[in-house]
């Protein structure tokens, strides 16, 4: 079946221009995960959705960072006034339910360059 | 907080040979999951294993198993008979069992398999 999604592959933006990256999560998945790959570091948790519950923000970086999930499927993540340190690969994860047990099925992200 | 530290940023192998990456993580969670996933450079994120703390037994995906050390806070993956297309950067992650939390990656550890 169809695997998780994320639109566009690579978005160059000018600094302070918004961007707003897509995610389709694989379908049925409950739970969708955004997260942050710098380069050279790891991957940083961003935000978190499972199904109508009001969403984990505890992770964005500043309130320049947003996200949505509508209809509990497609996500956005909105990134307003954009910087360069905001440059990164965005990844989206999903998986049938939050807990440890089921696997995070992940994205092949978007890569971000701020100009 | 959950933290996880891979001490290798780079690693190589000769093919066929045997490599181990290392991991320790911190945490006061008693439940949790443990996982190793690679990233090629397409950037796609896949789960290579997966260990619950609660298991003693140590998991094995064919050529690839861990060595899960609970009181150490140690989890190091092992790859036998290494093959080319294991050339990737590796993520240990972290996800406690209580549900609703994202995972928490280490900054990995890029291996390079050579001919």
């Known amino acids: 079946g169809a695997g998780v999604s994320q639109s566009p592959s690579n978005k160059v933006t000018e600094k302070g221009k918004d961007v707003e990256l897509r995610c389709d999560p694989i379908?049925?998945?409950?739970?969708l995960y955004w997260y942050r790959q710098s380069l050279g570091q790891g991957l940083e948790f961003l935000i978190y959705?499972?199904?109508?519950?009001?969403?984990?923000k505890s992770g964005l970086p500043s309130d320049r960072f947003s996200a949505e999930r509508t209809g509990g499927s497609v996500s956005t993540l909105t990134i307003q006034r954009t910087q360069q340190e905001d440059s990164a690969v965005y990844l989206c994860?999903?998986?049938?339910?939050?807990?440890?047990?089921?696997?995070?099925?992940f994205g092949p992200g978007t890569r971000l360059t701020v100009t | 907080a959950q933290t996880v530290t891979q001490s290798q940023p780079e690693m190589s192998v000769q093919e066929a040979e045997t490599v181990t990456l290392s991991c320790t993580y911190d945490?006061?969670?008693?439940?949790?999951?443990l996982f190793w996933y690679k990233q090629p450079p397409s950037r796609q994120m896949i789960l290579v294993i997966r260990?619950?703390?609660?298991?003693?037994q140590n998991a094995t995906e064919n050529r690839f198993s861990v060595n899960f050390q609970k009181a150490a806070k140690s989890f190091s993956l092992k790859i036998s008979d290494s093959q080319l297309g294991d050339t990737a950067m590796y993520f240990c992650?972290?996800?406690?069992?209580?549900?609703?939390?994202?995972?928490?990656f280490g900054k990995g550890t890029r291996l390079s398999v050579i001919a």
């Open positions: 994860a999903s998986s049938l339910t939050p807990q440890g047990f089921y696997e995070q099925y």
């Open positions: 379908s049925g998945h409950t739970a």
């Open positions: 959705f499972q199904g109508n519950s009001a969403p984990d």
């Open positions: 945490t006061s969670e008693n439940n949790y999951y």
């Open positions: 260990q619950e703390a609660y298991k003693q």
């Open positions: 992650a972290f996800m406690a069992d209580s549900g609703n939390t994202p995972l928490v």
